[in-house]
């Protein structure tokens, strides 16, 4: 899990253009948003933001 200062908007925009899967997770382990860099490597992201969002 990483800590981040990109706003939301950013890193769905990152990972659209990779052509990488992304959601936000609100439970289990949440709130996060999580992208998938290959079927087996998940990297996961926290920041204000992300704690902010309801589910």
């Not at 800590?3 to 439970?27: I, N, W």
């Not at 949440?30 to 998940?42: A, C, H, K, N, T």
């Amino acid at each position: 899990m990483l800590e981040t200062e990109q706003s939301l908007d950013h890193l769905k925009a990152v990972a659209e253009v990779h052509g990488l899967h992304h959601r936000f997770r609100p439970r289990l382990g949440g709130p996060l948003y999580e992208i998938w860099i290959e079927s087996q490597v998940l990297v996961e992201f926290v920041s204000d933001e992300i704690r902010n969002l309801k589910p």
